[in-house]
């Protein structure tokens, strides 16, 4: 099945619990600082849903259609056609939104193609396999949760001196588990349909109670959603705050009492080690990841034609001195997507039958994004220079005749009329200084897991022994006599 928009937002009015500090929001499609946001995911259901993008955003299997998320890719071409229907979707929010319904299908998508991992006393293959087409048949949007809290690794908290804060299983029954505590953080908690709770990061074997791994609605009894504050609280107008009007897709801590997951939706259960494995010893971590670069490499785009609206804007853009910034941002960008298109290239076989995104790309592209991105910011910041704040308030000054003249007369430049100059500052703004655009530059430091994990990748999928043997075979090539075909040059 594929949902359009409007079957979106009905779905999502499910009771589910989310509170704003002290207040408890009834319907996040309808709330004035959530609705903006619920829009947008809904348009991206309708993206899919439409027929001239059908071929581009779906598939068909057994006489059914999927969206392309749950495509299991099996050839360099399914991997390609994964890709467009990321970047289809990207391109329609700039980038901006971390968290879209293609990203953790693809994580759990990616599990499918490995489910000898799950064949072990700990896991439930045939759970995964289940869960895997209930979330297709229903087009399901799922986000996860699968980090424990920060507070869980205080020392009283190892010596259960207070009570342990990370999310563990403290009952069991025929029916399923009981499950309390708290998970680090789900974005989009509040616009997603369920959520995959689990552990990206090593569990010590000792914690095997918190290993649970399971996928679940967001509307189970006990479960609440703590959400950060939303950025558009003030209900300002998307002409002062365009970016965070639409794009604001909120991040929740999850907090469960006594919350109930029958068997059926657990895929790990009991055994710290296969809940971290199931990540990296199944293609889950690279084809979700492969999305995530997707797009950061549209949001590149994005900060591009940003940086030359600016310029035009200021009138710096023919400086040579501003151009060769432009021209560094530029080949950032190339080199960006050259990277993003690596990993379809050398791709890699998955078992028998599968097929994944190349993980020396990926996870070189992962950690370049997540080093330049504050550079970046930087730079435009600086391009910018005070333009944003020579603005007024808000656009309400139209509002007022005098007002109005005199700052369409003494705020436009050149052809540039005052109230485009300002709509690009308001939107430059959104971009790289406001709340939202402070939250994305932690974002894009931590939103795959702290740079520390992100370098061990890089360390571990390096052919070191291949890179060295070249060097040891010149060296042992010293006194011998150069190959004929060299000489001969
Ligand atoms: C905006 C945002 C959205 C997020 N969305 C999600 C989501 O949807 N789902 C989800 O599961 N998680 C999400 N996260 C959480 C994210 O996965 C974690 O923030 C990330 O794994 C880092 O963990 P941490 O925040 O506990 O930081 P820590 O692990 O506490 O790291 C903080 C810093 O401490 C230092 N440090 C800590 N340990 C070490 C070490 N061993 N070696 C060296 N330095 C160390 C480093 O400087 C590190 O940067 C999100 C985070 C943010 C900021």
Not at 169 to 192: F, H, I, P
Not at 456 to 484: G, H, K, Q, V
């Amino acid at each position: 099945m594929i949902l359009s928009g409007r079957d979106y937002l009905e779905s999502i009015r499910d009771g589910r619990t989310i509170y704003v500090g002290g207040e408890q929001i009834k319907d996040a499609t309808t709330h004035p600082a959530f609705r903006g946001a619920a829009q947008t995911f809904a348009a991206i259901y309708d993206l899919k849903a439409s027929p001239e993008l059908r071929d581009e955003m779906t598939f068909e299997e057994g006489g059914e259609r999927f969206s392309m998320h749950y495509l299991q890719p099996r050839t360099q071409e399914d991997l390609r056609r994964r890709h467009r229907a990321h970047r289809r979707i990207t391109d329609f929010t700039l980038g901006l939104m971390g968290r879209t319904p293609d990203t953790v299908a693809s994580s759990i998508t990616g599990m499918t193609l490995a489910r000898e991992v799950f064949e072990r006393p700990g896991g439930y293959a045939d759970n995964l396999e289940n869960i895997y087409r209930h979330m297709r048949r229903n087009d399901v949007f799922c986000t996860y949760a699968i980090v424990p809290p920060q507070g869980a690794r205080s020392k009283e908290f190892y010596n259960n001196k207070v009570r342990q804060p990370a999310l563990q299983v403290t009952a069991e029954d025929d029916r399923g588990v009981t499950l309390n505590g708290m998970k680090m953080l789900a974005t989009s908690a509040a616009y997603a349909h369920e959520v995959l709770i689990g552990n990206v990061m090593p569990l010590d074997a000792a914690r095997r109670k918190e290993a649970i791994t399971c996928v679940i609605p967001l509307n189970l009894p006990g479960l609440s959603l703590w959400a950060r504050r939303p950025f558009n609280r003030s209900g300002e107008a998307e002409f002062d705050a365009p970016l965070t009007a639409r794009y604001d897709e909120s991040d929740c801590m999850l907090v469960f009492k006594d919350v109930h997951v029958p068997w059926e939706k657990v895929i790990v259960h009991d055994d710290a080690e296969l809940s971290r494995n199931i990540y990296h010893h199944t293609p889950a971590h690279v084809i979700a990841n492969h999305q995530c670069m997707v797009r950061f490499s549209t949001k590149m785009r994005t900060f591009l034609g940003m940086a030359n609206l600016i310029t035009r804007a200021t009138g710096a853009h023919e400086i040579p001195a501003v151009r060769e910034v432009l021209g560094r941002l530029a080949a950032a960008e190339a080199g960006f997507s050259a990277m993003v298109a690596g990993q379809i290239e050398n791709y890699e076989k998955v078992g028998d039958s599968g097929v994944m995104y190349g993980r020396r790309e990926l996870y070189g592209a992962i950690h370049w994004a997540m080093e330049q991105h504050s550079a970046i910011i930087d730079t435009l910041r600086e391009l910018m220079g005070g333009g944003h704040f020579q603005f007024p308030a808000d656009i309400g000054i139209l509002q007022n005749e005098e007002l109005a003249e005199t700052f369409q007369e003494l705020w436009a430049s050149g052809a540039i009329s005052a109230v485009d100059r300002m709509r690009v500052f308001k939107f430059a703004w959104d971009l790289i200084g406001s709340d939202l655009a402070s939250r994305a530059t932690s974002y894009e430091k931590f939103f795959v897991g702290p740079a520390f994990a992100v370098r061990n990748y890089n360390f571990i999928y390096t052919p070191w022994d291949r890179f060295s043997s070249s060097i040891e075979d010149a060296m042992a090539r010293y006194d011998a006599p150069m190959p004929l075909g060299i000489a001969a040059q």
